[in-house]
């Protein structure tokens, strides 16, 4: 069996009709009837299921809300699956996008599906990405147009005009984070056990339940770990609420210059903890110049 | 969750002691990139073959590298048969994010 090359598709569906007809082309096209992994948003997830009606054994019906409520979480979970099946080719249908997400969470996970395209790149897997253009923000489809190397419609599959080099499209420069609050803690560290404090004060007064400020402090310590280790060994730490969540901005004078930083499972230290705060946080942003990084922790604070 | 100690604004965030007859260690505190070091060297110097008990009830605070000291003391070479006691629920979750394919469990 070839494994070369990687197919990438958006589908712009308009209606339920569009949306399974063209999930289910895709998934059985070509006579395939081979593994595969299907992660969409909830409601979505139900008109599937009860569509597919358990005839499909080899597909693999996920919520995305919870796979991907972090988008940093889906490439590790799509190569989890890729690895279960080696020697086959699979498909994989992602919908990241959906409306009603949070502003940073569509840039995350628009920049997540540019990711896709190195991510895969050679791995001869077959991705649908859904995108509803009756609810979805004209931006949020032009960007999809940038992401996708081909798009499929009710009438046609095109190559996509506007197809952008992954790596240039994701540049920090092009996605700022939203300003902060005015008003923020703040620290300036060289050590740990200082900003622990900070995290455990802020989650305690921000009504973290336990399991999310043991993570957050967790993913916290992981990224200051860093900046103390590759990030010239002295960074800034803020937090500030939101009306939803506690982020935790980690800013130091280090570099990630592999975009692919926290997006595998690692086999060695390298890695642990970027992978890890994507696996503890509910939304992680990673912004990295050559004049430094920042990382912003997103912790819910009503789950 | 958190009593704050006295050891921590001296420097000293984990007490890492031997358990009596050699048979493990007591690690309490917290364990960061200030100490996988004497970690390490602790695990180290228990002596060789039995089981290992770590009792970690006084643990508040473990990072990722802290566990995978205690993940690479058990898988050896030689491999230990490491029995934790009252593991701080964070070590779990790391365990099972990290290294899933390990087999575990705690007293």
Same mark, same amino acid.
């Given at each position: 069996m070839t494994k070369a090359g990687l197919v990438h598709h958006a589908l712009f569906y308009g209606s339920d009709y569009e949306y399974v007809i063209?999930?289910?082309?895709?998934?059985?096209g070509d006579g395939y009837d081979g593994p595969a992994l299907?992660?969409?948003?909830?409601?979505?997830?139900?008109?599937?299921?009860?569509?597919?009606?358990g005839d499909s054994p080899n597909v693999r019906f996920t919520d995305m809300a919870r796979l991907g409520?972090?988008?940093?979480?889906?490439?590790p979970a799509v190569r989890g699956f890729v690895e279960e099946h080696a020697g086959e080719s699979v498909r994989f249908v992602g919908e990241p996008v959906w409306a009603g997400r949070s502003l940073a969470e569509i840039d995350e996970a628009t920049r997540h599906e540019a990711l896709l395209n190195l991510a895969f790149a050679d791995s001869g897997a077959k991705i649908l990405c859904p995108y509803d253009t009756k609810r979805l923000d004209p931006d949020v489809l032009a960007d999809a147009a940038h992401t996708h190397p081909e798009i499929v419609t009710r009438e046609r599959r095109a190559a996509s005009p506007d197809f952008a080099d992954p790596v240039e499209f994701r540049d920090a420069e092009r996605w700022p984070l939203l300003a902060r609050p005015a008003a923020t803690a703040r620290l300036d560290f060289a050590d740990l056990a200082t900003p622990r404090l900070l995290v455990r004060r802020h989650s305690q007064t921000a009504g973290l339940d336990d399991d999310r400020a043991a993570a957050l402090l967790l993913a916290a310590n992981e990224i200051c770990t860093n900046t103390l280790q590759h990030g010239g060994g002295r960074?800034?730490?803020?937090?500030?609420?939101?009306?939803?969540?506690?982020?935790?901005?980690?800013?130091?004078?280090?570099?990630?210059?592999?975009?692919?930083?926290?997006?595998?499972?690692?086999?060695?230290?390298?890695g642990r903890g970027l992978y890890a705060a994507h696996h503890l946080c509910d939304l992680v942003q990673i912004r990295s110049t050559s004049s430094g990084t920042t990382v912003r922790l997103h912790a819910a604070r009503r789950p | 969750m958190y009593p704050p100690?006295?050891?921590a604004a001296m420097g000293e965030l984990a007490r890492i002691e031997p358990l009596p007859?050699?048979?493990?260690?007591?690690?309490?505190g917290e364990i960061d990139l200030a100490n996988?070091?004497?970690l390490r060297q602790a695990l180290a110097r228990l002596p060789a073959g039995g089981d290992v008990h770590l009792d970690l009830s006084g643990l508040h605070f473990i990072d990722v590298a802290g566990a995978a000291e205690l993940v690479d003391f058990a898988n050896g070479p030689p491999p230990r048969i +490491?029995? =934790?006691?009252? &593991?701080?629920?964070?070590? @779990?979750?790391? +365990?099972? =994010?990290?290294? &899933?394919?390990?087999?575990? @469990?705690?007293?």
């Open positions: 063209g999930i289910e082309n895709f998934l059985e299907v992660a969409v948003p909830t409601a979505n997830l139900e008109l599937l299921r009860d569509y597919f009606d409520g972090n988008p940093g979480r889906i490439i960074g800034t730490l803020r937090i500030w609420q939101t009306a939803t969540h506690l982020v935790c901005e980690v800013h130091d004078t280090g570099t990630i210059s592999d975009p692919l930083a926290g997006s595998r499972r690692p086999h060695e230290e390298a | 100690d006295m050891s007859e050699g048979a493990g260690l007591r690690i309490a996988h070091d004497r +490491v029995l =934790l006691h009252s &593991p701080p629920p964070q070590l @779990g979750r790391i +365990v099972d =994010l990290l290294w &899933p394919e390990l087999e575990w @469990g705690a007293n």
